[in-house]
């Protein structure tokens, strides 16, 4: 189910309704939250369901277990069990095709002539998401540093609650598990933020990316066209700002949505395209898997320990997981690898050509960063190399004769939309949506509600999928 | 209370917001439709899965969609027919899929508008690709997708404002093409598309009837059939070869497990008629077509009921006359018992 779609909107009602009536108990309203969270995934795919399942049996009966088992040896396969379980989801569902691929590439360049049979298989939607939270789950248990679930409610509550079950944000089990332990009721003042916050993430979605800029990013780079260099640019700027759009807008709403129950999800986007710098943009852009790469993945692999060699090493490594966690291809893989290098660079120069960040030159860096980041998302949005290739080439002028297919009105709004977009993320990189809420008069908050409202009623979009439901 | 009082100026400005847009659409002539989308295509493609040997599926472009009236053939039949033609499309998709994906033994009665039957086999051209996004649309839907169409109906049928066709008509006034039909120049140098406006209404049953203004209005008639023009003069050479290929291969499948195809060719007039003559002879392409085809075939040209029929456009015929032509196409497929449960 879609949060940009009729039937959630009747979904949400509903459960609201029930949560907020008189004749359940806390416990009866988790077990509704539960099974509308099964609805709510079920009917885009019933037979799926089973997946999550599977996943909540064996993390929640893997993290009993260690809660218990005081054999170090045991404990490790406990933690093995789980992974295996979950990394084998991910692997069959998300990657099999890949790899298969890639091994027939490579049996046939030593003339094996063997031919792969592809499964065609149904990626389940969100399955990096939850993979990912009931893994941390379990890791944190074996590493001692969470407490059990106190009931398999509680858990599995954890693992689907509906409203980031399937693009996040990625929650750790002490920060959402414990609010299930008391009955939690939205305060008034916090049950409108939440619907504001709401409105916030369905403009984003609905109006900004998916009918200002989707349809110039869909164009360009469904060109086969060797394109004009403008227009190589606007399509990936239109792709920028669609993927931000996009992507916060459905962590928007999910937290909006959880506010509105009374359970506090966390932040995954602080204006990111203001970043001063890589380290500062992985931050502020998709916070919850960047702080998951590095407490499971980066930390693991040594971190900042071992030199600045095994570092580098780490940095890349991570970011080159953190690339095949979005897609199945080799174009995700060259993503995360061009962040890592960024990373990597943005480290040696603060080593050898360290400067002071200062006001003046702050937005021009930020400028740069963003560039930058634009050319790896030139990578993310296409779907073969040659595409991409054929884009990085149109946007460096290495194509004189290129193609010209945006028409004027497309780039002015492109331009206009990604241009405000920058400032705006500039203008507010160190505050809040809150802070300027409260510093506003209430008519102008009124008043752009009200307009945020009113674009949204008349786009009404055609419940386009929201882009990372595929990762 | 600051949020509040935000909240609640926030929903009343929005209301009324909505309720002067509703308003002022409406004083501009707009009246609450519903849209030719692939939700209602795959919900009338459902009832083929359950359809029997009695019933008849139109298949074909936009000329069966309006020529074929389908209160009008129930009436005179006592079943209505099953409308999965599709505006611009080539109708091999949808035959495709319902010969090897149905059960189905009933009859087809398939629309051949030469330019569009004969245009391509290439899946990702547009005459392809739009039926096949129907047919995989169908097969892909989710449970949400359904509940959202049918939580969607009373809004379409209610407001102007929730009015957004897939055809992307040049007079949507959804906030999209609200957009795009703002122009600055010609940047790319390329043609210039004529805008292409509303000009059928479309049922619950996917019946498709012209709007009386394109009946009436022949300022607004000649800018559809500017679009004919337009899409006539650019269309690719007709790939009859691989097409007839396809088609031939499909049929048999189908007379092989008992169902029956009927073809027909819907009046078109004007210069869409002397453009059709001239890029794709009629004994070159429909007289071959049912030559190796060998199934029952009507074209308007044929009989004297139907061969001075005049298409409001150049290409499709009023609600009345398509009232008309279903009558009489019955009568005449009556008298041949091409259809069995006529």
Redesign the interface.
């Known amino acids: 189910?879609?949060f940009n779609?009729?039937?959630f909107v009747?979904f949400l009602v509903v459960v609201l309704a029930l949560y907020y009536s008189k004749f359940l108990n806390w416990t009866s309203k988790k077990g509704m939250l539960l099974l509308a969270s099964y609805i709510f995934y079920?009917?885009?795919?019933?037979p799926l369901v089973a997946l999550l399942w599977i996943s909540t049996m064996v993390d929640w009966t893997a993290g009993k277990k260690l809660s218990v088992e005081e054999n170090e040896r045991k404990r490790k396969m406990w933690l093995i069990l789980s992974m295996v379980v979950n990394l084998g989801f991910l692997a069959f569902f998300k990657y099999r095709d890949f790899l298969l691929d890639n091994f027939t590439t490579v049996v046939n360049t030593y003339g094996y002539g063997y031919q792969s049979q592809s499964m065609d298989i149904i990626l389940p939607m969100g399955i990096s998401f939850y993979t990912f939270q009931t893994m941390s789950y379990t890791i944190d248990m074996y590493k001692r540093k969470t407490q059990p679930a106190k009931t398999f409610l509680d858990f599995a509550l954890y693992v689907t609650f509906f409203p980031q079950l399937v693009a996040g944000p990625i929650v750790r089990a002490q920060d959402l598990i414990t609010q299930f332990y008391e009955e939690k009721k939205a305060t008034?003042?916090q049950f409108?933020?939440g619907?504001?916050l709401l409105?916030i993430g369905l403009f984003q979605k609905v109006?900004m990316a998916?009918?200002?800029l989707s349809?110039t990013a869909d164009k360009v780079f469904g060109s086969d066209k060797l394109l004009h260099g403008v227009d190589a640019w606007i399509g990936t700027l239109a792709f920028s700002g669609q993927i931000f759009f996009d992507f916060a807008g459905y962590s928007t709403c999910a937290i909006g949505i959880a506010l509105m129950l009374g359970i506090i999800l966390p932040d995954n986007f602080k204006y990111p395209y203001a970043s001063l710098g890589f380290s500062d943009l992985w931050k502020r852009w998709h916070i919850t898997l960047s702080s998951w790469l590095r407490d499971y993945l980066y930390i693991p692999l040594g971190g900042n320990r071992y030199g600045i060699l095994r570092l580098y090493v780490a940095l890349m490594v991570t970011m080159l997981l953190g690339g095949l966690w979005h897609g199945a291809a080799w174009t995700f893989i060259v993503w995360g690898g061009l962040h890592g290098t960024y990373l990597i660079l943005e480290r040696l120069q603060r080593r050898y050509l360290p400067f002071k960040i200062t006001k003046w030159n702050g937005i021009f860096l930020a400028f740069i960063t963003f560039s930058c980041v634009n050319i790896t998302w030139v990578f993310f949005r296409a779907r073969e190399f040659d595409t991409a290739w054929n884009m990085i080439k149109s946007m460096f002028y290495m194509q004189i004769d290129g193609?010209?297919?945006?028409?004027?009105?497309s780039?002015?709004?492109v331009c206009i939309v990604v241009g405000l977009l920058f400032l705006c993320h500039w203008i507010m990189r160190n505050t809040s949506m809150k802070e300027v809420?409260?510093k506003i008069p209430?008519?102008i908050?009124?008043?752009l509600?009200?307009v945020m409202?009113?674009?949204i009623?008349?786009?009404?979009g055609?419940?386009e999928q929201f882009i990372y439901f595929q990762f | 209370?600051?949020?509040?009082?935000?909240?609640?100026?926030?929903?009343?400005?929005?209301i009324i917001?909505?309720i002067t847009?509703e308003f002022y659409w409406r004083s501009q002539g707009n009246y609450p439709t519903l849209n030719d989308e692939r939700s209602l295509w795959a919900n009338t493609r459902s009832n083929v899965d359950k359809a029997t040997k009695d019933d008849v599926v139109i298949l074909g472009a936009s000329r069966a969609f309006f020529d074929i009236q389908l209160q009008t053939w129930e009436s005179i039949t006592g079943r209505m027919p099953i409308q999965l033609a599709s505006t611009g499309s080539s109708p091999l998709p949808t035959f495709h899929d319902i010969v090897n994906n149905t059960n189905f033994t009933g009859t087809i009665l398939i629309g051949v508008t030469p330019g569009l039957f004969f245009s391509t086999t290439n899946t990702q051209a547009f005459p392809w690709n739009r039926p096949q996004t129907k047919v995989d649309y169908y097969k892909k839907r989710?449970?949400?997708?359904r509940?959202?169409y049918q939580?969607?109906v009373p809004?379409q049928k209610n407001f102007v404002?929730?009015s957004?066709d897939?055809e992307e008509w040049s007079d949507d006034?959804?906030?999209?093409s609200l957009?795009r039909v703002?122009?600055?120049?010609?940047?790319?140098?390329g043609p210039v598309d004529p805008p292409f406006y509303y000009f059928g209404d479309i049922d619950s049953n996917s019946n498709m009837r012209m709007t009386k203004k394109t009946v009436t209005d022949t300022a607004f008639a000649n800018t559809i059939i500017k679009v004919w023009h337009f899409f006539g003069a650019g269309a690719p050479p007709p790939d009859k070869e691989s097409t007839m290929k396809f088609f031939l291969k499909d049929l048999k499948k189908f007379k092989t497990r008992g169902g029956n195809v009927v073809l027909m060719r819907c009046p078109s007039s004007g210069g869409v008629r002397a453009g059709e003559n001239k890029g794709l002879p009629r004994n070159e392409y429909w007289d071959d077509l049912v030559k190796q085809a060998n199934v029952k075939a009507y074209h308007f040209e044929d009989y004297e009921s139907l061969k001075d029929l005049r298409c409001p456009e150049e290409s499709h015929l009023s609600g009345e006359d398509a009232d008309y032509y279903t009558k009489e196409l019955i009568k005449l497929m009556k008298a041949d018992n091409a259809i069995v449960n006529l």
């Open positions: 189910m879609l779609s009729l039937s009747l079920g009917l885009w795919n019933p008034v003042n409108i933020w619907i504001f409105t109006v998916d009918t200002l349809g193609e010209k297919i945006l028409q004027s009105f780039i002015l709004k809420s409260l209430l008519w908050l009124g008043i509600w009200a409202l009113f674009l009623a008349i786009a009404q055609s419940g | 209370m600051k949020l509040k009082q935000s909240f609640i100026i926030a929903i009343l400005l929005a917001s909505i847009w989710t449970y949400a997708q509940l959202n939580l969607s809004l404002f929730m957004a897939e006034i959804d906030l999209k957009l703002i122009k600055m120049g010609n940047r790319t140098g």
